[in-house]
């Protein structure tokens, strides 16, 4: 148990120290025009590179990952609200893994 | 008039930290539903790995992360060292360090220590994505808002996940997987339709982070270094290609 506990202080720790030491200590705005570019395109990248390829491996089954997938982007590409994509590719999801066997 | 916004004496300025915490909570409500069912998972692996429910929730309530914690307590469960678990998590988790860098350059810079500390600890992938593709400067009203359902949601759905074990069909819980890619989905798609360079940023790291899955050698890289490589490398060339005027 004091390793159990010991190991999650650890794992608290490891995770809030990325997280907070930007943001505790760049209280200025950073100049360079290069940087801020940078970190503007930030966003973008991380969403990428956190979705695709992993999302073909999100419910253990490939087929029925890649039907979420298009579903999620037909819908997102017509702007259709966070709930609304996130909704539609778990009930396609859900359908297929219990239609197709 | 911005510096005054966190005095609550103020009646105009309470009003307005009223309507932040209000608009980010709003915000915050998709993260807390596809927070659910992944914290459920999460509850699940855990007891099922013999954790009690309490330490399930514990590690949920601080580390609030997904792939980290997921992965820190496969290790604690398969009986890795402490150093092992310590290292595994802090690779997944250095990720934060470029979006808390990020973020930190979307708020006043009047925001004092104490302020950016809390809300630092609210930062993960989906409370990152959503406040940083927010239009307007972010305040600490509302980045509080923004983290206050995510953050009961992850601890709620890991009580369920331990509680409960296995109620829920496995088809569901196969299901369930998609909800927080599709969520980035969202997020991402109606973005890159708008703007070239955040197109081509974003298509670079895919790109490169697919190489890191499926090509021989690059694939030995673990996934959080691997997350880091392709944002690296999609924001330089983003930047040196596409710098920006307003940013």
């Given at each position: 148990?004091?390793?159990?506990?010991?190991?999650?202080?650890?794992?608290?720790?490891?995770?809030?120290?990325?997280?907070?030491?930007?943001?505790?200590?760049?209280?200025?705005?950073?100049?360079?025009?290069?940087?801020?570019?940078?970190?503007?395109?930030?966003?973008?990248?991380?969403?990428?590179?956190?979705?695709?390829?992993?999302?073909?491996?999100?419910?253990?089954?490939?087929?029925?990952?890649?039907?979420?997938?298009?579903?999620?982007?037909?819908?997102?590409?017509?702007?259709?609200?966070?709930?609304?994509?996130?909704?539609?590719?778990?009930?396609?999801?859900?359908?297929?893994?219990?239609?197709?066997? | 008039?911005?510096?005054?916004?966190?005095?609550?004496?103020?009646?105009?300025?309470?009003?307005?930290?009223?309507?932040?915490?209000?608009?980010?909570?709003?915000?915050?409500?998709?993260?807390?539903?596809?927070?659910?069912?992944?914290?459920?998972?999460?509850?699940?692996?855990?007891?099922?790995?013999g954790l009690p429910v309490g330490v399930a929730l514990l590690i949920s309530l601080t580390n609030?992360?997904?792939?980290?914690?997921?992965?820190?307590?496969?290790?604690?469960?398969?009986?890795?060292?402490?150093?092992?678990?310590?290292?595994?998590?802090?690779?997944?988790?250095?990720?934060?360090?470029?979006?808390?860098?990020?973020?930190?350059?979307?708020?006043?810079?009047?925001?004092?220590?104490?302020?950016?500390?809390?809300?630092?600890?609210?930062?993960?992938?989906?409370?990152?994505?959503?406040?940083?593709?927010?239009?307007?400067?972010?305040?600490?009203?509302?980045?509080?808002?923004?983290?206050?359902?995510?953050?009961?949601?992850?601890?709620?759905?890991?009580?369920?996940?331990?509680?409960?074990?296995?109620?829920?069909?496995?088809?569901?819980?196969?299901?369930?997987?998609?909800?927080?890619?599709?969520?980035?989905?969202?997020?991402?798609?109606?973005?890159?339709?708008?703007?070239?360079?955040?197109?081509?940023?974003?298509?670079?790291?895919?790109?490169?982070?697919?190489?890191?899955?499926?090509?021989?050698?690059?694939?030995?890289?673990?996934?959080?270094?691997?997350?880091?490589?392709?944002?690296?490398?999609?924001?330089?060339?983003?930047?040196?290609?596409?710098?920006?005027?307003?940013?």
């Open positions: 148990m004091v390793r159990t506990l010991l190991a999650v202080c650890f794992m608290a720790f490891v995770s809030y120290l990325p997280r907070v030491l930007p943001m505790a200590f760049m209280q200025k705005r950073i100049q360079s025009r290069f940087l801020r570019s940078f970190l503007y395109y930030v966003p973008f990248a991380v969403l990428g590179a956190m979705t695709f390829p992993r999302i073909l491996y999100s419910t253990g089954n490939f087929y029925s990952s890649l039907l979420g997938m298009s579903v999620a982007l037909i819908l997102a590409f017509l702007d259709k609200g966070l709930m609304t994509v996130t909704v539609s590719a778990l009930i396609s999801v859900y359908l297929f893994q219990l239609l197709v066997p | 008039m911005k510096t005054h916004l966190f005095h609550p004496h103020n009646e105009l300025s309470s009003k307005q930290w009223v309507k932040d915490f209000s608009l980010g909570f709003k915000h915050g409500l998709p993260i807390f539903l596809g927070y659910i069912p992944v914290a459920f998972t999460f509850g699940l692996i855990a007891v099922r790995g609030l992360t997904s792939a980290g914690q997921f992965a820190g307590t496969n290790l604690l469960i398969s009986g890795a060292t402490l150093f092992e678990i310590t290292i595994t998590t802090l690779v997944i988790n250095i990720r934060y360090l470029l979006m808390s860098l990020s973020l930190s350059q979307k708020m006043a810079p009047s925001i004092p220590l104490t302020q950016r500390c809390l809300m630092a600890f609210g930062i993960t992938d989906e409370t990152f994505s959503v406040a940083s593709l927010e239009k307007q400067e972010i305040t600490f009203a509302y980045m509080l808002g923004l983290i206050t359902g995510p953050y009961w949601g992850w601890g709620l759905g890991t009580a369920l996940g331990g509680l409960i074990c296995s109620v829920l069909p496995s088809s569901l819980q196969d299901s369930v997987g998609i909800t927080l890619y599709a969520m980035f989905i969202a997020l991402l798609i109606p973005q890159v339709k708008r703007t070239q360079a955040a197109f081509i940023v974003a298509f670079v790291a895919i790109s490169v982070s697919s190489g890191f899955t499926w090509l021989p050698y690059l694939n030995r890289i673990s996934e959080g270094w691997s997350i880091i490589m392709a944002t690296v490398i999609a924001c330089l060339i983003g930047a040196a290609f596409f710098p920006r005027e307003d940013v």
